[in-house]
């Protein structure tokens, strides 16, 4: 009964102890419930500004940007992956370390060429600082950061290894066929180029992610912990045809260096369509050195001088006041009128108004168009708004710049003004205006607006595809057209750009030589242009021409200047379909386009006598005379029709040779 009793007692004893032990844990639990409930509803910001603001952050996850093509599926610019190696040594365990760090130096060292010892001293002293977010390096691409986190203690991954790769996005340029000018950028503050026009379509939307506090200046990202997931960029596809701007590059960059110009340019468009196929820009940064920096066919806008011929009397045909049988006296090739003195360069008489063009005759535009404007300009004028020339054009690109025309409200217009403008001054133009405005003749009178795109993907499917766009439906009559066109291919065929004549390829255009800054003392300063269409007969590009600052002494007119860039240009892109080709240019039915280049033929100077140089081209000729020491002086262009002295004459050394030139 005693032991029953003693029992009993521990019995309640321990369920007392036990009793009250629950009752404590029930409430601390209460307690710590509530403490839990007052923080969150009470001090939910306090902790928020306190704790997590400061050590996270929300930060911005780049989309990748689409890729930049060419129409024919060439990459222009894309974007590559690179990656940023960094090192948490605090993840990393004193065994890996101690066991690994020699043999990772080794790596490190060998994939970077530097001292093992230039490795040891730095992670060891990154190590005993606990650094977790230390930057090794920056800027691997895939295969260098796939060989690196392979290495000892890093292949063990982040957890283990301390390995934390973050990766950035860089724009690389695919080609060199266009020039970072044209192909442009947009780094977030400023746009230029084709990568800026299309940005809205490349640019992609960015994402979020979190980041976590390091130390005061080091932020690292929690990868697995993104917020928002960034939608990659379109693909754009240009309407720039590699194989036209090749071309179109190669013939600038030659004749800028043969006339030691300050810069130059070229657009080609296709007929049908308003593409522009080709868009070169280059200027002189050295002597004989030409880059694409600037896009001057866009945003210079200058007076366009004789090229503007055709746009003056095209309003004069469409107006039915000048045709076929129309003649204009222009003298002795000077008129003075409202005391303004009017000059041409090529002799004088009566000309049919195809010779005006031609010939180039300023005296010949300003006598017609004031003959039948003078009293009402506003008529003339009227002509150019209806052709969109007083319009800044609707283009994607940036930077394009506003035409500019003086009228009877400026300040500046005075009796003299209409003539002027009938002969390319009082005017400034961008080029991509005036071959829109000759790709509209070319187009049997429609005027397409330019298109820079082609078409845009994502995920291999079509978003959009560019269509021609109209601009001017019906700039003038059908005969206006036709008469222009019959104009500006005898302009090339016996007139001033005869020169480029060749029966092979027919092509209709227009010289321009414009005198620009001429109120400032010193030197004159040209620009050459030409601008056209070919085939003549079936057009199916536009081109434009224009060098600016030649060496006046050895030419500045755009009859041989900047035409046989033209010339040049038409020759090789339509010759991708041989048609009108003589026979000996093709091999197995395919253009030859070797033969259409002449060789360099060596000259050399044997016994003192003057070698025969008649028929080879001056250009490869004169430097090598010139670097042998004799003083050449020649006139013309191409090949060498006359030498003197003849060939077999005895030679000196700073003699003189003059050569005659011609296409």
């Known amino acids: ?28 639990f209460v307690v710590f419930l509530a403490r839990i409930l007052v923080l969150q509803n009470t001090n939910v910001q306090a902790i928020k500004d306190d704790y997590i603001s400061k050590n996270y952050r929300e930060a911005k996850l780049k989309a990748a940007r689409g890729n930049l093509y060419a129409a024919d599926g ?32 080794d790596s490190l060292s060998t994939m970077f060429g530097k001292p093992r010892s230039y490795f040891r001293d730095r992670l060891d002293q990154q190590r005993k600082a606990q650094n977790q977010y230390y930057s090794l390096v920056k800027g691997l691409d895939f295969d260098e950061y796939d060989r690196i986190r392979k290495f000892p203690i890093f292949k063990k991954g982040k957890n283990k290894g301390g390995f934390i790769v973050d990766r950035n996005f860089k724009r690389e340029l695919a080609t060199t066929q266009i020039g970072a000018g044209t192909i442009g950028m947009d780094n977030g503050v400023s746009q230029s180029g084709l990568e800026g026009a299309f940005s809205k379509y490349l640019r992609g939307t960015d994402g979020t992610r979190l980041e976590q506090r390091v130390n005061s200046s080091q932020w690292k990202p929690i990868d697995y912990w993104k917020v928002k997931e960034p939608v990659d960029g379109q693909d754009v596809y240009t309407t720039i045809d590699l194989r036209i701007q090749d071309i179109a590059h190669s013939a600038l960059e030659k004749q800028l260096i043969n006339f030691d110009a300050d810069h130059g340019c070229v657009l080609v ?3 049908a369509t308003g593409k522009v196929k080709a868009m070169v820009n280059l200027k002189r940064t050295e002597p004989g050195m030409y880059v694409d920096s600037y896009n001057y066919a866009l945003k210079d806008a200058t007076e366009p001088g004789s090229t503007f011929k055709t746009v003056s009397l095209l309003a004069a045909m469409d107006d039915g006041f000048i045709d076929d049988k129309t003649t204009v006296n222009v003298g002795n090739g000077v008129w003075t009128y409202a005391k303004q003195r009017i000059s041409d360069g090529h002799g004088g008489g009566e000309y049919e108004i195809a010779d005006v063009l031609a010939k180039s005759s300023n005296v010949g535009s300003a006598k017609l168009i004031t003959q039948y404007y003078a009293d009402k300009p506003q008529v003339f004028l009227d002509h150019l708004k209806r052709w969109k020339m007083f319009d800044k054009m609707d283009i994607e690109l940036p930077g394009i710049t506003k035409p500019y025309i003086v ?31 000759y790709n509209g003749i070319a187009n049997n009178g429609t005027m397409l607006k330019p298109l820079f795109i082609d078409k845009i ?18 700039m003038a009559s059908k005969e206006a057209i036709a008469m222009m066109t019959g104009a500006l291919t005898k302009a090339v065929e016996k007139g001033t750009a005869k020169s480029i004549f060749t029966p092979n390829l027919k092509m209709a255009g227009k010289t321009g030589t414009a005198r620009f800054e001429y109120w400032k003392p010193g030197p004159p300063k040209y620009q050459a242009s030409f601008a056209g269409f070919y085939p003549a007969d079936n ?5 434009i021409v224009m060098i600016n600052q030649p060496d006046n002494s050895k030419s500045f007119y755009g009859s041989t200047v900047a035409a046989p860039v033209f010339k040049e240009i038409a020759g090789k892109t339509f010759l991708k379909t041989p048609q009108n080709v003589e026979p000996e240019l093709l091999v197995d039915k395919k253009v030859d386009l070797s033969r259409m280049v002449a060789p360099n033929v060596k000259v050399a100077v044997r016994g003192k006598q003057m070698p025969r140089v008649v028929g080879l081209i001056g250009k490869n000729v004169i430097p090598q005379l010139e670097n042998l020491g004799y003083r050449v002086d020649y006139k013309g262009v191409g090949r060498i029709m006359e030498q003197f002295p003849l060939e077999g004459t005895v030679i000196k050394k700073d003699q003189k040779i003059y050569l005659s030139l011609q296409n």
């Not at 007392?16 to 029930?26: D, P, Q, T």
């Not at 409200?409 to 829109?436: M, P, V």
């Not at 057009?539 to 081109?543: G, S």
């Open 269 to 271: 468009m296709e007929v």
């Open 457 to 474: 993907l994502k995920d291999g499917q079509q978003l959009y595809v560019a269509k021609p766009e109209v601009m001017v439906k019906k």
């Open 407 to 437: 009228t009877p409200e400026n300040k500046r217009w005075n009796a003299a003004t209409l003539a002027s403008l009938a002969y390319g001054y009082s005017s400034r133009f961008n080029l991509l205006q005036l071959t829109t405005f």
């Open 1 to 28: 009964m005693a032991i029953q009793n003693e029992f009993e007692a521990k019995r309640s004893k321990t369920l007392r102890w036990g009793y009250l032990f629950a009752a404590v844990a029930i409430i601390v």
């Open 74 to 105: 060439s990459i222009l610019a894309t974007t590559v992956m690179r990656y940023d190696v960094y090192i948490d040594f605090k993840t990393i365990k004193d065994t890996a370390y101690t066991n690994n760090i020699g043999p990772l130096t």
């Open 539 to 543: 057009p199916k590009y536009t081109c």
